[in-house]
């Protein structure tokens, strides 16, 4: 059974920071592993999807890495702002199934 | 491109009582995955939908059930709710499994 662990719980940090966040995985048959971040009583809004097959993504300031052989992921936010304030989840989609399996998130406060 | 809409967004309904929750997927997404989402239990998997059939189905009693139409739009029913049936019900569409999944804002349900 996957189960996909995020540390920390939470941070905080000044604004300009660059910062990064983890993501732990225990299976490592994934088909992709996908970043999320969500707003306070918000849906989830999909930053970076990685295939099974890559090792990173990059969009703007977010760069995510994986390495499956230890089962682990990272976010890594450059130069974070105000507006990056929210809880970023990682969810893993196993192979041979169709449900995300998500972490427990990392709640991120980004003082000006 | 109209993202995910769900509606309501919001429902206060009493114990015992049955609730229906509908999600219109992105144009053209033929898979539709409904998660629940509580502070204490995090984001947990419930169904999953592709071209009308259920194709998974999470750790949830018989009381939870869902169906997808063939314009791909997808209900979700909760029948005789309990208290802690109350959380934020999320729905997520793709192109197809293994491809982004984008999240819809959900439906904050509250059972009293």
């Known amino acids: 059974k996957q189960e996909v662990t995020q540390i920390p719980a939470a941070l905080s940090v000044p604004e300009g920071e660059n910062l990064v966040l983890n993501c732990s995985f225990t299976?490592?048959?994934?088909?992709?592993l996908q970043w999320f971040r969500q707003d306070p009583g918000k849906g989830l809004t999909s930053l970076l999807l990685i295939q099974s097959s890559q090792r990173e993504q990059t969009s703007g300031r977010l760069n995510a890495s994986l390495d499956k052989s230890s089962g682990r992921s990272t976010l890594y936010i450059a130069a974070s702002q105000p507006g990056d304030s929210a809880t970023y989840l990682c969810?893993?989609?196993?192979?041979?199934?169709?449900?995300?399996?998500f972490g427990t998130g990392t709640r991120l406060l980004v003082s000006p | 491109k109209a993202g995910v809409t769900q509606t309501p967004r919001y429902l206060i309904k009493t114990r015992g009582q049955q609730v229906t929750l509908s999600c219109s997927p992105i144009s053209g997404h033929r898979s539709v995955s409904w998660y629940q989402q509580t502070p204490g239990q995090g984001l947990q998997f419930l169904f999953e939908y592709f071209s009308e059939t259920q194709r998974n189905k999470g750790n949830f009693p018989g009381r939870f059930s869902g169906r997808q139409f063939s314009n791909s739009r997808s209900e979700m029913n909760v029948s005789t709710l309990e208290l802690g049936d109350s959380a934020l019900y999320l729905c997520?569409?793709?192109?197809?499994?293994?491809?982004?999944?984008?999240f819809g804002p959900g439906t904050r349900l509250l059972v009293l």
């Open positions: 299976d490592s048959a994934i088909y992709n």
């Open positions: 969810a893993i989609l196993n192979t041979g199934f169709q449900k995300l399996v």
């Open positions: 997520a569409s793709a192109r197809v499994v293994g491809e982004t999944q984008y």
